[in-house]
């Protein structure tokens, strides 16, 4: 049994994407060929709609098509598990601690860390909505296995607001997650990330940490060592470590950084 961690561009949006370019299509036939609308304003301006419409949708298509390529966790790139293994390694639990992953989707981060701190307990928990609607606790639960890994539970949750009491976990980490909650103040959600947990507990959360999905991070990063957090610090990833500046631009992940410290 091997496990199926899923990709992170679901193929339902390729396949819709697909179908409205496709759609756009037929209307620039109709419209646009066939004949069906007398020459005029309307036909020369519906035909240019449809026609841009089609291009336009066509383009995202194949960008999403080769996202999913990026991001197969078989592919020749394997660039999921790079990143996965990457920041798994710099979560570090004593034996007896436990630790969160907050958005956990198929589990791959949690079941990476725990496989790297097999003594402790990891737990991840998801929303599991409609967006990843082939991400699921069982799916998780059913990698976990696959991995060998006992040291993991699964549950659903909110990053916006975790069910779980003040420190409670020894570590926190979390991949792609906040950058996809609407939210106007995404510094905020970090915040109750980092509300469970534990004093002396370290955190590493990999994020798109651009100024416009954030704010000013650097202003952050000083607020939290105001509070007394300490080695705050921002590592970048898209400048070679986990992918290459070039690579993050067109992936739409340009700004990656991990977020690291202790409280």
């Not at 961690?5 to 066939?34: D, H, Q, R």
């Not at 928990?125 to 990698?143: A, H, Q």
């Not at 991949?175 to 370290?202: F, W």
Request: with cysteine.
């Amino acid at each position: 049994m091997k496990p199926n961690y899923k990709n992170w561009m679901p193929k339902g949006m390729i396949c819709g994407t697909a179908a409205e370019c496709a759609v756009c299509l037929v209307l620039f036939l109709v419209f646009g060929v066939s004949g069906l609308l007398t020459a005029g304003i309307w036909k020369t301006v519906l035909t240019i709609l449809f026609l841009v419409l089609t291009l336009f949708l066509f383009a995202v298509t194949v960008w999403m098509i080769f996202l999913y390529k990026s991001f197969s966790y078989n592919g020749k790139r394997q660039l999921p598990r790079r990143i996965i293994d990457g920041l798994a390694a710099r979560v570090v639990l004593s034996e007896g601690g436990c630790g969160l992953d907050v958005g956990c989707g198929s589990g791959a981060l949690t079941i990476a860390v725990a496989k790297h701190n097999p003594k402790a307990q990891m737990t991840g928990i998801d929303r599991w909505g409609v967006e990843y609607s082939s991400f699921s606790k069982t799916l998780c639960e059913e990698n976990a296995k696959a991995e060998g890994v006992s040291n993991t539970s699964f549950a659903k949750g909110d990053a916006i607001r975790l069910n779980y009491a003040d420190e409670t976990f020894d570590a926190v980490c979390s991949n792609y997650v906040y950058h996809n909650i609407p939210s106007r103040n995404r510094q905020e959600i970090l915040m109750e990330t980092l509300r469970v947990l534990k004093k002396g507990g370290t955190f590493a959360i990999h994020d798109i940490f651009s100024s416009l999905k954030y704010g000013d991070m650097q202003l952050f990063v000083q607020r939290l060592k105001n509070m007394g957090y300490a080695d705050v610090k921002l590592v970048p990833t898209d400048n070679g470590l986990f992918m290459s500046r070039c690579e993050a631009t067109w992936l739409g992940l340009k700004g990656s950084a991990i977020l690291m410290g202790k409280k």
